[in-house]
């Protein structure tokens, strides 16, 4: 059962609110996973439910330490998503789309960074997605 608007959490209205909405279905969900496959360096995902966004890093054309990086860079995205949402219906504050990109990257490199086998990783290389 999902969120509806006369319960205050209907953050784009346009549809009754889901976990499929909010992180695959969503015009800035939709957008925010292009940008990121984007800087990632893979084809624009096609995705339909979170499942989806679950199973995305076994699906890209990249070698496998890297699908790992991006599988991390996906649940991040999908936090930040749902953050974001969290933001507007509790706070009242939206988050643009490029501000989401950038917390992405910063969410995500510090998660990779801190717990991941990357640890000697730049900022720099980072944002231009060398790992």
């Given at each position: 059962m999902?969120?509806?608007?006369?319960?205050?959490?209907?953050?784009?209205?346009?549809?009754?609110?889901?976990?499929?909405?909010i992180l695959v279905s969503c015009g800035l969900a939709q957008s925010?996973?292009?940008l990121i496959a984007q800087w990632c360096k893979v084809p624009p995902p096609f995705l339909f439910s979170f499942q989806d966004v679950l199973d995305l890093h076994n699906f890209v054309p990249v070698p496998?330490?890297?699908?790992?990086?991006?599988?991390?860079?996906?649940l991040c995205?999908?936090?930040?998503?749902?953050?974001?949402?969290?933001?507007?219906?509790?706070?009242?504050?939206?988050?643009?789309l490029n501000g989401l990109v950038e917390e992405v990257k910063v969410v995500s490199y510090l998660?990779?960074?801190n717990?991941?086998?990357?640890?000697?990783?730049?900022?720099?290389?980072?944002r231009r997605f060398e790992v």
């Open positions: 999902g969120l509806t608007r006369e319960h205050g959490a209907n953050s784009c209205e346009e549809v009754e609110e889901t976990v499929d909405h925010l996973w292009c496998r330490e890297k699908a790992k990086i991006f599988q991390a860079i996906c995205t999908s936090w930040c998503l749902w953050k974001s949402r969290n933001a507007l219906v509790h706070n009242g504050v939206r988050k643009s998660w990779v960074k717990r991941g086998k990357k640890a000697n990783i730049s900022w720099e290389k980072w």
